[in-house]
RNA sequence: GCUAAGGUAGGGUAGCUGGACAUCCUAUAGGACUGUGGAUCCUUUGACCCGGGUUCGAGUCCCGGCCUUGGCCCCA
């Protein structure tokens, strides 16, 4: 028997049915703010990648030679490819730009719990306006996507500009160390690499930094920094919305290219894979040839919503069995398109089952309506409704049953 | 990439101090039941992850691989 590739699933219908429930709802909130969808090649050039997060990431992507010869690689994410696409074709586009997608991608990498070789991101990028209303809107607009997805989270906000201002003294590879230390909270680490560098005076206000619980904590270690009011004012913004958020200026994100806000997002209840969205304000249109343009966007993973919510089963559409007799079959064909037509699913027996077969078949599939349609009702011209549920039924016109089953739906 | 645990019908399981046709529940299909049910009974379908080794004999012991899960690394 073959087996499907390591870090792929095979979604059934159950699945599917909650994975498009939770699709649904996230592509309203965004239409809701503006944000229209955008869809980029599922494989890119390797460059569009390596030019965003260095070389080092191939051996972290499915990357290959195509037959042309070219280095592909499937797209392990999509803000860079969005970058792209904008250089390419939206530049001169009225801004801001407002896109969002929702896009599986893939990563080789060991698959565990809420983490898989084939996954599913929802993200948004706004491009061109450089502000604290545009940072404070994508936010936003990450908190109500993860709001109406029904998950447990705490939303985490930074700021890249303090921990660089504390750090101005040190050089770039210095820089990276302390900062990687900090985010992943490792003190032990965080202390020697000041120490090896002999700035161990820096430890106690970098700490300070990093629990401060307001502005003005913040403030009070790295005095007046030029972004004071732009951070001010985006988590004023933030407040004036409502939106529950921790601030936690020691988020580095590992990453060269954020310019300055930068957030995160944790559900509650996974473990070790816990991270659920990730973004920040950025520049990377140059990369790819473009004039530099002020963005911000953030990145949902998808499948780790999905593991969070776990068991929440959408709303359930009613099921119409049309249950005939070989000599009835073409008054029930008639029934069955009829509640078709009026959008009600409407299934019928294709293995020559008997009657009483039919009926149970149809309740064991979850059908919540039997319409009976035997010669008795085919002579008639009549249907037979029988509410499985509640057992009863009764004899009326195809429209009338029709009209009941919309009626019980809505 | 490191590390620990695991893998028996579609799902859930017993067997695991080696021994004859691999247990039970559920599910599937059919029948008892020809136009009214989820019950019951009977029958059917269906599995030892793969490959080597030890042995008279391996689901069981050993080695390798594959896959899954937890914890690290990484997380664009």
């Known amino acids: 028997m073959l087996q499907k590739p390591r870090g792929t699933r095979d979604f059934l219908p159950a699945e599917m049915a909650q994975r498009r429930y939770i699709e649904r709802r996230m592509r309203n909130v965004a239409a809701t703010f503006g944000y229209g969808e955008i869809v980029t090649p599922m494989f890119e050039e390797q460059e569009l990648f390596t030019a965003k997060s260095g070389k080092g990431i191939i051996g972290e992507m499915y990357a290959f030679e195509d037959k042309g010869g070219r280095k592909i690689a499937l797209r392990p994410e999509i803000t860079a490819a969005v970058s792209r696409a904008y250089v390419n074709e939206a530049q001169v586009a009225p801004k801001p730009i407002r896109w969002f997608y929702f896009a599986e991608c893939f990563r080789y990498e060991r698959p565990q719990k809420g983490r898989y070789r084939q996954f599913w991101q929802f993200g948004a990028e706004l491009i061109g306006a450089d502000s604290p209303a545009a940072d404070a809107e994508v936010i936003a607009l990450s908190y109500e996507l993860l709001r109406c997805s029904g998950v447990q989270f705490i939303l985490k906000i930074g700021h890249l500009a303090p921990m660089r201002h504390m750090l101005a003294g040190l050089n770039t590879v210095e820089q990276k160390r302390v900062m990687a230390a900090l985010d992943k909270r490792d003190m032990n680490l965080f202390e020697n690499s000041l120490a090896s560098i002999g700035r161990a005076d820096l430890c106690e206000p970098l700490v300070r930094l990093i629990t401060a619980q307001t502005l003005d904590d913040v403030w009070a270690v790295t005095g007046d920094i030029p972004e004071k009011p732009r951070i001010e004012e985006t988590f004023s913004c933030l407040k004036d919305q409502n939106i529950p958020f921790a601030q936690n200026f020691g988020i580095a994100r590992g990453l060269d290219y954020y310019t300055g806000m930068v957030f995160e997002g944790f559900a509650d209840n996974l473990g070790a894979e ?110 037979t409704l029988k509410n499985l549920a509640s057992a009863s039924q009764k004899k009326t016109s195809l429209g009338e049953a029709v009209d009941e089953v919309v009626n019980d739906s809505c």
């Open 274 to 383: 816990n991270q659920i969205l990730g973004g920040g304000v950025y520049r990377l249109a140059h990369l790819f040839g473009g004039k530099d343009v002020p963005s911000c966007g953030f990145a949902i993973g998808f499948d780790r919503v999905m593991v969070s919510f776990g068991e929440l089963r959408p709303e359930a559409a009613p099921i119409v069995a049309v249950v005939c007799t070989p000599a009835s079959r073409s008054a029930a064909y008639t029934a069955a398109a009829a509640f078709r037509a009026a959008g009600v699913t409407a299934v019928m027996d294709l293995m020559d089952r008997s009657f009483g077969a039919q009926l149970s078949s149809a309740i064991k599939s979850g059908a919540s309506y039997a319409v009976l349609i035997g010669a008795n009702e085919a002579t008639s011209g009549t249907v």
